[in-house]
């Protein structure tokens, strides 16, 4: 595929996802958070754009391009981390659409699942570095190589350890982790229903934030589950599931929306696998 199609859909991807609205928890183009703001997300969606047109022409090198594309994203807004976990997942995306000669999910996601298969010790060294690069905000402590912790790199050279092996590890207990080592699972199977919803609705702004909820109310965030625990994980799935089971009505959308800004909870990690999904379901045709 061209690799221009392949990076203007991914950025389209970012720039429709933050704006949806309401999308519970999280930026959306009605409010920012405090350090963080709606343009900071649009500034970033703008600045990737290189990198994944080179990701787009690339068969190897995952953990570079994260890199750079962290860096990428930083540099032209002061909001700090708004895409680095869309990242994790566009760029061996798009590195898998580059190497397809036309659009066949089928066959962009067996890619996909080679790429990361495939990954390097590089590439586990320079996701490594991209982590402080994004400025991500690490709240726990987790059991082992910790991307905090310098010593880190040395055990992974030591150890000889893949980005990949390193995701497994990962999995038991971050969902974008999880999603690069299940083979984009999650991402393919909402990239189909956005392009449902939005057939139905004739809304690509409602296909976005019904099927935000329905991933959230199936699926425990990342994001929520390590800043406020196991419990409120759980109350925010449920509560998702209560909506998604009355039929999405906007006025408990809305409702549910300012509970989680007012107690700060942003599912980021829900967010970021819809933009790998709305980039699939756009390479595939989807249109606004």
């Not at 649009?42 to 990701?55: I, K, M, N, Q, T």
């Not at 995952?62 to 890199?67: K, M, N, W």
């Not at 089928?106 to 982590?131: C, G, L, P």
């Not at 449920?238 to 006025?251: H, S, T």
């Amino acid at each position: 595929m061209e690799k221009e199609y392949i990076a203007r859909s991914a950025q389209l991807a970012l720039l429709l996802e933050v704006s949806a609205y309401p999308k519970p928890g999280n930026v959306d183009r009605t409010h920012d958070f405090i350090d963080t703001s709606y343009e900071h997300f649009l500034a970033s969606s703008v600045a990737v754009y290189p990198v994944l047109r080179e990701a787009a022409a690339r068969r190897e090198g995952v953990g570079e391009l994260i890199r750079r594309g962290a860096e990428e994203s930083v540099a032209w807004q002061s909001g700090g981390n708004t895409h680095f976990g869309a990242l994790l997942l566009l760029i061996p995306l798009a590195m898998a659409a580059g190497a397809c000669a036309s659009y066949d999910m089928d066959a962009i996601k067996r890619k996909a699942k080679e790429i990361m298969r495939n990954t390097s010790v590089d590439d586990a060294i320079e996701v490594y570095r991209a982590f402080p690069k994004a400025k991500v905000k690490v709240r726990r402590a987790v059991p082992e190589l910790d991307v905090m912790d310098e010593g880190s790199l040395k055990e992974i050279r030591d150890k000889k350890l893949s980005l990949y092996e390193i995701l497994t590890i990962s999995a038991s207990y971050d969902l974008i982790s999880l999603e690069l080592v299940e083979g984009f699972e999650k991402t393919f199977r909402y990239a189909s229903l956005i392009k449902d919803f939005a057939e139905e609705k004739k809304s690509i702004n409602d296909a976005i934030t019904h099927a935000y909820l329905r991933l959230l109310s199936e699926e425990g965030d990342t994001f929520v589950k390590m800043k406020f625990g196991t419990e409120k994980s759980k109350y925010v799935k449920e509560q998702a599931k209560v909506i998604v089971n009355g039929g999405y009505k906007l006025k408990e959308i809305e409702e549910f929306d300012k509970e989680l800004i007012i107690e700060g909870i942003n599912p980021g990690s829900t967010a970021d696998i819809m933009a790998a999904a709305l980039f699939i379901a756009i390479l595939g045709g989807l249109r606004v």
